[in-house]
């Protein structure tokens, strides 16, 4: 018999009484390479001088040791903490079935990962477990747009006036949505609240998984949860760290189903294909990105010429770029061409203006490097993946912008295949991950 205890205020889970090879198995089983240059270390989320791991690892240790024939039992000693919220759900929010399937599932497995795809509603599956569960909970995002939107459909769902960490404020409320950049930077030990539940959003972000580790193995909630509409399919040790801190996926919705089911728009995929007169020298990848990508005038050309094409069709279109200096360029090639366009990013001081323009159909085409994850906005219909790059998760987030309903139930998704050689794999990559994601609904 295998002993694992959670302490109590704990994240971690403590080998208590196992045989020595077991300590030496689950090393093994949670290790992974990580590159660093020339060299492949290998780390492991198991620590042998305390004899822990993090507790959302815990599914998978399990299922592992029983495969090999181990009996395990586990010592949870941690208490449910919070207040309660006396919240009031706003009817005007009806759940769907498969909304309704993962609050179920989420309140019978009190930790994991629930896949729901872009625009099908992850806010309003977060706040129903909330709301059942009727307990205080702090929410964790990575962007001041998110921070917002969430407070607000708390309060607009809930009936709840939430509190706020993050952009320069520290104020508690029954239900806080926190920034990660400044949970780090000022600590949990800081909040004055007691949080029954903690809910990570876009946990799906490897690229800040060191950050949602740090955070999440220093809070100790029963009821840990994150939303993801794009999951991981590999294991890296930047997923492993993920399921770390909030379990495995419990759930998942395809897009393909909520396609046919019409709650997304049915996807229409365009190639804009265009001729490069000279072949690139570049032998980095950032000059080679600014020398095809940024600065090539026929790729632009035909980028612009694309976008005039929507906007004549009835689209609002969203340009996608990774680089302000080719957001901005692009805006200004819209508007000598008589098109109302403007360039949106973080740096924006009237980001918020341009937001509430593009919604009143004030302007026809946004070129930005924001909108890729937890902005929303239901006017857009069509989008131009401008900015290149190869990564799966990335582009299915930004053409998650234009999959809300329709009329007519269409949303035009247009990928640019480059010609250079690189730049041609990862243009490869890209619609493998939209075929993928997908699946028959995906029509090159």
Same mark, same amino acid.
């Given at each position: ?152 459909k708390i309060k607009e769902v809930l009936g709840i006036d ?75 040790? *930047? @997923?492993?760290?993920? #399921? ?9 919705? $395809? =897009?393909?189903? &909520?396609? +046919? ?28 990105? *600014? @020398?095809?990508?940024? #600065? ?9 010429? $694309? =976008?005039?094409? &929507?906007? +004549? ?28 366009? *403007? ?53 299915i987030q930004t053409i998650g912008r234009a999959l809300r ?40």
């Amino acid at each position: 018999m295998i002993v694992f205890r959670i302490p109590e205020g704990s994240a971690k889970v403590k080998i208590e009484k196992a045989d020595p090879k077991v300590y030496f198995q689950i090393y093994d089983l949670l290790s992974y390479r990580k590159d660093y240059g020339r060299w492949n270390k290998a780390e492991s989320l198991y620590d042998p001088y305390t004899n822990t791991f993090p507790v959302g690892l815990l599914p998978r240790v399990k299922k592992f040791l029983n495969s090999k024939g181990y009996r395990v039992r586990i010592k949870d000693e941690r208490k449910i903490e919070g207040e309660k919220l006396n919240s009031t759900w706003n009817e005007k929010y009806k759940l769907r079935k498969y909304q309704m399937k993962a609050v179920k599932k989420a309140l019978k497995e009190k930790m994991g990962v629930l896949a729901l795809p872009v625009g099908s509603g992850k806010t309003i599956v977060g706040l129903r477990i909330i709301h059942e569960l009727d307990l205080s909970a702090l929410i964790i995002v990575h962007t001041k747009e998110l921070l917002y939107q969430w407070a607000q459909k708390i309060k607009e769902v809930l009936g709840i006036d939430p509190g706020i960490i993050g952009d320069n404020k520290w104020y508690e409320g029954p239900i806080t949505v926190a920034m990660i950049q400044t949970l780090l930077s000022r600590g949990t030990d800081k909040f004055e609240r007691k949080y029954a539940v903690v809910l990570f959003d876009e946990c799906h972000r490897t690229s800040a998984a060191e950050k949602f580790y740090e955070v999440g193995v220093n809070l100790p909630q029963v009821y840990r949860f994150g939303l993801s509409a794009t999951p991981w399919r590999r294991l890296r040790g *930047e @997923e492993m760290k993920i #399921e770390g801190v909030v379990g495995p996926i419990i759930y998942e919705v $395809k =897009a393909e189903d &909520l396609i +046919r089911e019409g709650f997304l728009a049915k996807p229409k995929f365009e190639i804009i294909e265009y001729q490069s007169h000279m072949p690139s020298l570049a032998d980095k990848y950032k000059e080679l990105y *600014e @020398e095809a990508i940024m #600065e090539n005038e026929a790729r632009n050309k035909a980028i612009i010429e $694309k =976008a005039i094409e &929507l906007v +004549r069709r009835g689209h609002r279109v969203l340009i996608d770029v990774k680089r302000i200096d080719h957001g901005e360029m692009l805006a200004k090639m819209l508007k000598e061409r008589g098109i109302k366009a *403007e360039f949106l990013s973080s740096q924006s001081p009237n980001r918020w203006e341009i937001l509430e323009k593009y919604k009143k159909g004030e302007i026809q085409v946004l070129v930005s490097t924001l909108l890729k994850e937890g902005v929303d906005i239901p006017e857009i219909s069509a989008i131009i993946l401008a900015g290149g790059g190869k990564s799966d998760i990335m582009t299915i987030q930004t053409i998650g912008r234009a999959l809300r309903p329709k009329k007519g139930g269409e949303a035009v998704i247009v990928d640019i295949k480059d010609d250079d050689p690189l730049l041609f794999t990862h243009f490869l990559e890209r619609q493998k991950a939209l075929k993928q994601y997908y699946g028959r609904y995906y029509n090159l």
